[in-house]
């Protein structure tokens, strides 16, 4: 099972769609279909949703900004490329400049969690939770009216990255876009965060009164490998990227962060063929036809924080400068 590590530009052609599915179960056996939750789409750049963080249903568009291609983190289209959508409701969205960040990630709690998948080897994780107080700062500042916040922090270095939202106890996907495209994190995180709160085609713009209510994860994409076999990849710890030809001979692509086929309970075969419907094929699926995939795998470093977490550490922050406004919008970091 040859594989070759995807590098350059090669990463940057990865097109949509994520994160996961929206509380929907495969349906029948593997082939007949199911859930979407990723985005797919038929160029070799766009947006992308998650998957169990993104959604499921028709085929949209996206509009890719800045060149850059997006995805649908967990399971809706992209940029460029088509992809399913289970919700409607589309927006503006505005790409604010980098946010502030200086919260310590220290005494997290039960809330702030990194996900399957996160990290690699041991080595020490990028992802932090400053990224997610950041991605809270900027929909706060956006929704409320204020100044975007300023600069984090946190390293500026380039990563493919998700932002998912969730909402309520269930935590139930409210929106999820990212890009395959290596983003420097403050420009990326800014921008994408307000995609998926606001341009998610599946759902309605988030409003105010659902602030409270919002987990966010911010993911950051790893060690991508292209990979001779469509089963070479591990569940619960890759995400992957296929590439395959519909019925009319156009190019597709689908995607699903590493966490999604282990929520939904899928094995290889059943993800596979998820990703092949969500990615618009409607053709009986055979194992001659899985041969033909293009698959890349990938890991992520995710982490996620809930609103309370994100006041607690903003609180801190606030008492600690003696900043005399209302939280939590705040721009102001010494």
């Known amino acids: 099972m040859g594989r070759k590590r995807c590098v350059g530009a090669d990463c940057s052609k990865m097109a949509a769609g994520c994160c996961g599915v929206k509380k929907q179960k495969l349906s029948g056996s593997p082939g007949s279909g199911g859930p979407g939750g990723v985005g797919a789409g038929s160029g070799v750049a766009g947006t992308g949703h998650c998957g169990s963080e993104l959604g499921i249903g028709s085929s949209a568009t996206v509009a890719a900004a800045a060149n850059v291609s997006r995805a649908n983190g967990l399971g809706g289209p992209g940029g460029n490329v088509s992809g399913s959508s289970s919700s409607s409701g589309s927006s503006g969205t505005n790409a604010l400049s980098p946010v502030p960040a200086g919260y310590s990630s220290s005494g997290l709690s039960p809330n702030l969690s990194s996900g399957p998948g996160s ?16 991605c809270f700062d900027v929909l706060y500042c956006h929704l409320y009216g204020y100044q975007p916040p300023r600069t984090p922090r946190f390293t500026n270095d380039p990563y493919p990255l998700f932002v998912t939202w969730k909402i309520g106890r269930d935590k139930r996907l409210r929106g999820c876009i990212g890009t395959f495209s290596a983003m420097n994190l403050h420009s990326g995180l800014r921008e994408y965060t307000l995609t998926s709160a606001l341009k998610d085609s599946r759902f309605p713009p988030m409003t105010r009164d659902e602030l409270p209510r919002l987990f966010c994860s911010v993911s950051l994409l790893t060690n991508f490998e292209d990979v001779g076999d469509y089963l070479d990849w591990e569940v619960g710890v890759h995400g992957i990227r296929i590439e395959f030809f ?38 009986p699926i055979t194992n001659d036809f899985r041969k033909t995939i293009k698959l890349t795998r990938y890991r992520s470093e995710k982490l996620t924080m809930g609103y309370a977490e994100y006041i607690a550490h903003r609180q801190h922050h606030h008492y600690q400068n003696g900043i005399g406004h209302p939280l939590p919008p705040y721009n102001h970091y010494s």
């Open 246 to 283: 519909n019925e009319k001979g156009s190019k597709r692509t689908a995607t699903y962060l590493p966490e999604v086929a282990k929520e939904q309970g899928w094995d290889h075969i059943q993800t596979i063929d998820s990703l092949l419907r969500k990615g618009g094929y409607k053709a």
């Open 119 to 134: 990290g690699s080897g041991g080595r020490k994780m990028v992802v932090s939770a400053e990224m997610c107080c950041f």
